[in-house]
């Protein structure tokens, strides 16, 4: 530290205001690169997080509000078994069925052998807002813009 102070006595009045200037402006630049700047991106991606988490809380806060109602209203009756029930909603929806088979717990096991996905995916639609949910889904594209479909369904607990 003494060797630090003999140089710098040893400067002209000119010299050491350089240097003094100098040592201001490295200060200056070490605070504005070291400190200021890493806390205000810091402050920044803060601000970005919790605008993304306030974004998403609403799109959540929104799908339970419209959720809410199908849950307080229960489970529609289907109406007959789960098995008469969709055989006749597949043959109004104009879909062959190739197998049917009942399963454990209400549920039934279907087969097509031919379906237009647009129109399959409408009818399972259809057949869950009336109750029937789809437990598994298995398709398989046949090459000629239809899918082979394995499906089983089981009508929803009130």
Do not use: C, H, Y
Request: hydrophobic share 55%.
């Amino acid at each position: 530290m003494s060797g630090l102070r003999a140089w710098l006595l040893g400067l002209s009045p000119r010299e050491r205001l350089l240097i003094g200037v100098a040592g201001a402006l490295a200060l200056i630049v070490l605070l504005w690169f070291g400190i200021i700047r890493p806390i205000g991106e810091g402050l920044d991606a803060a601000r970005d997080r919790q605008l993304d988490a306030v974004t998403r809380l609403a799109s959540v806060r929104g799908a339970v509000a419209a959720v809410e109602p199908l849950a307080k209203a229960g489970a529609p009756q289907i109406g007959g078994s789960l098995e008469a029930v969709v055989r006749e909603r597949a043959t109004a929806a104009g879909f062959a069925l190739t197998s049917v088979a009942p399963q454990a717990d209400n549920a039934l096991a279907i087969g097509m052998a031919s379906a237009r996905p647009a129109a399959l995916f409408a009818w399972i639609a259809e057949l869950e807002a009336q109750g029937i949910l789809v437990d598994q889904l298995q398709t398989t594209d046949n090459g000629d813009r239809t899918l082979s479909v394995a499906l089983t369904l089981r009508a929803r607990r009130g």
